[in-house]
């Protein structure tokens, strides 16, 4: 790339998205490439859960006095930039062409044909964009394209002249109404890049993806967009992009197909987990040996309840690498966890979610996992405690804090949790919020003033819940919510003498939406001034 050229030493790495990453650094190093804004855009498939490894999309734009020195010092004939359509000045011998405009006319794209040589096309119409079709011959003159960028136009179909183009890398037809991709795409054999993310109307891949042998990246919302996956998508070994797998019954549909995409990196949902007839299906996905994945989901669909005992066997068999980051298990009908999820050797894992795993009736250790910083438990409605077994099995030393980096707890809709007790001074030692809703039966709570790194502490629609624990709360607590609990509340609001201790030293206190301020000096005869101006007896 002549950008990059003499700002980094050579790769060290053989993967071409490493080196691609080393020129972007060193020219945001440089100051070429600038912070432009935050993409703040919706990722449906992150909608349950921002990654902890990543946490924001910062775009970058280039740096206009960088760039008005290099065009002062630089002849680039090979880059044309063409503002409303017009490609007055550009020369036929261009190889990198951007055309911003919202409409193409016919003549324009006529004399797009002449520019032969050409390697990039983008086609910048942002927001509002009229363009609706490409012409059906274009591509057999710009066979030599590399680089393709249709996305945010109207354009509904992609020629199936598209397959004279075998040098292609790159496609973009993001936000674009596009349903499918030709057939004729079989023939792109270079192609490493397809992004089809925010096409609402996109149904399936072509039959003939298992082709595309050099894809590296597939870009698009797999479990909102396609009915099914295209069959043999194994047959891509050099994947790295694949947001989620359906798996399917049909031969070359089957999870086995992820045994030898070994390459794959960042997020994977494995969807439709009804499909895995056995055990030994299950163990042909080989995901232990997706040693580049940084979160996993593994789900069934919400009405499937059949084969719960084969179910415990295949989760079982669906064991992930130690180097996991995040881990999500949903609609999971069997009695009991996977033994692995409790292995200490996760010693990366940062999150956890067990969602409507609605059978489950006990809690695995999870508190040896010693990394782990987010866990949420949701619809585990078959759980009727929380105790000792939570926190540790019995052959962890005693001694050892049971979640030692545990920052957020989510207790949310257990319909049968009726007590939380047996918890070791010591445990949970940096828990900053704990949120305990929609538990209808919980009664019993245990220690909480141990909880020394505690900030907000949350009760929503826990009815039977009466008081608090009798030691109290913890110093550090900042803010405390109760919600939908009339008998805490009650409780809250008659506190005298040692009881009224335990809550007046909390900043900031939330009675059903409404904010109650504490004040340190305040007696117990005058706490009732902290709620003259609420209607607690409504």
């Known amino acids: 790339m002549w950008m990059a050229e003499g700002f980094i030493e050579e790769s060290q790495t053989e993967r071409m998205e490493d080196t691609g990453n080393a020129y972007f650094n060193s020219l945001h190093k440089i100051g070429f490439l600038v912070p432009s804004r935050c993409d703040t855009r919706v990722d449906f498939d992150s909608v349950f859960s921002v990654p902890a490894y990543n946490p924001g999309n910062l775009l970058y734009k280039v740096n206009p006095v960088k760039l008005s020195e290099l065009v002062n010092t630089t002849a680039l004939v090979d880059y044309f930039a063409a503002v409303d359509g017009n490609l007055d000045g550009a020369l036929e011998t261009t190889q990198h062409l951007s055309l911003n405009c919202k409409e193409i006319s016919d003549m324009t794209f006529g004399i797009l044909k002449n520019f032969k040589r050409l390697h990039t096309l983008l086609l910048l119409s942002g927001h509002g964009s009229s363009i609706k079709h490409v012409p ?236 782990l910083k987010s866990l949420s438990i949701i619809e585990m409605n078959g759980v009727k405690e929380i105790n000792h077994q939570f926190f540790r099995d019995g052959l962890v030393d005693q001694a050892f804090p049971a979640f030692p980096k545990l920052e957020i707890l989510e207790v949310d809709i257990m319909f049968n949790l009726k007590e939380w007790r047996e918890v070791k001074l010591g445990d949970l030692p940096s828990l900053l919020k704990l949120t305990m809703d929609s538990c209808p039966e919980l009664d019993c709570l245990p220690s909480l003033s141990w909880l020394k790194s505690l900030k907000h502490l949350e009760f929503r629609r826990c009815p039977k819940l009466l008081s608090l624990p009798s030691d109290g709360l913890p110093t550090s607590l900042e803010s405390f919510i109760v919600i939908d609990c009339p008998e805490l509340k009650e409780w809250c609001r008659k506190a005298e003498g040692e009881d009224w201790s335990k809550i007046s030293s909390v900043p900031s206190i939330w009675f059903d939406c409404e904010e109650v301020r504490s004040k340190s000096h305040c007696t117990p005869g005058t706490s009732v001034e902290i709620y003259e101006n609420m209607e607690l007896d409504g």
């Open 136 to 371: 059906r011959d274009l591509f057999l003159s710009l066979k030599d394209l590399r680089t393709l960028n249709l996305s945010r136009t109207l354009v509904s179909e992609v020629p199936s002249s598209i397959r004279n183009v075998k040098s292609l890398r790159y496609l973009d037809l993001s936000n674009t109404p596009i349903t499918q991709l030709p057939e004729s795409i079989d023939s792109l054999h270079h192609v490493q890049t397809i992004k089809l993310r925010g096409c609402a109307h996109f149904l399936q891949l072509p039959k003939g993806t298992k082709k595309l042998i050099n894809l590296r990246h597939i870009d698009l919302d797999i479990i909102r967009q396609l009915w099914a996956m295209p069959p043999y998508i194994g047959n891509l070994t050099n994947l790295q992009t694949l947001s989620a797998f359906l798996v399917g019954r049909e031969e070359g549909c089957r999870i086995g197909e992820l045994k030898n995409l070994n390459n794959l990196r960042g997020v994977l949902r494995i969807s439709r987990l009804e499909n895995v007839s056995d055990k030994e299906e299950a163990e042909e996905a080989a995901l232990i040996d997706k040693k580049y994945l940084q979160r996993l989901e593994l789900r069934w669909s919400n009405v499937f309840t059949e084969k719960i005992e084969e179910q415990e066997k295949i989760l079982e068999c669906l064991q992930p690498h130690a180097g996991l980051k995040e881990l999500h298990i949903q609609h999971y009908a069997g009695s009991t966890l996977p033994t692995w999820i409790s292995n200490p050797s996760f010693a990366e894992l940062l999150v956890l979610t067990l969602y409507r795993c609605t059978n489950c009736q006990l809690l695995p250790s999870i508190g040896q996992l010693r990394m």
